[in-house]
Nanobody, 116 residues
Framework: QVPLVESGGGLVQPGGSLRLSCAAS????????VGWYRQAPGKERERVAL???????NYADSVKGRFTISRDGAKNTVDLQMSDLQREDTAIYYC??????????WGQGTQVTVSS
């Protein structure tokens, strides 16, 4: 039940890049898995990336090749590097554990808007 806090959202142009961070109060490496999720207007919430404590990752088809999830030991965060952003990527982005996500428990999220 360690809180996870998202940051790094903002307004970017199509084709631009943005880096989101998910900070934990304890060690981020003590959490078995951390995922990045998003919910766009009029769309269902989806998981876009997942990282396990062994370093393994999973990505949604819509972001493969463009997004990279990673752990940053220096900052004690799980980051999401987003490249070649498209209008369709506009959403509120959340970090969460799969366990809490399955219980529909979420934090505040961070807004990403891709627009010219």
């Amino acid at each position: 039940q360690v809180p996870l806090v998202e940051s790094g959202g903002g307004l970017v142009q199509p084709g631009g890049s943005l880096r989101l961070s998910c900070a934990a109060s304890g060690s981020i490496f003590s959490i078995n898995a951390v995922g990045w999720y998003r919910q766009a207007p009029g769309k269902e919430r989806e998981r876009v990336a997942l990282i396990f404590n062994d370093g393994g990752t999973n990505y949604a088809d819509s972001v493969k090749g463009r997004f990279t999830i990673s752990r940053d030991g220096a900052k004690n965060t799980v980051d999401l590097q987003m490249s070649d952003l498209q209008r369709e990527d506009t959403a509120i982005y959340y970090c969460n554990t799969p366990r809490k996500a399955s219980r529909n428990v979420w934090g505040q999220g961070t807004q990403v808007t891709v627009s010219s």
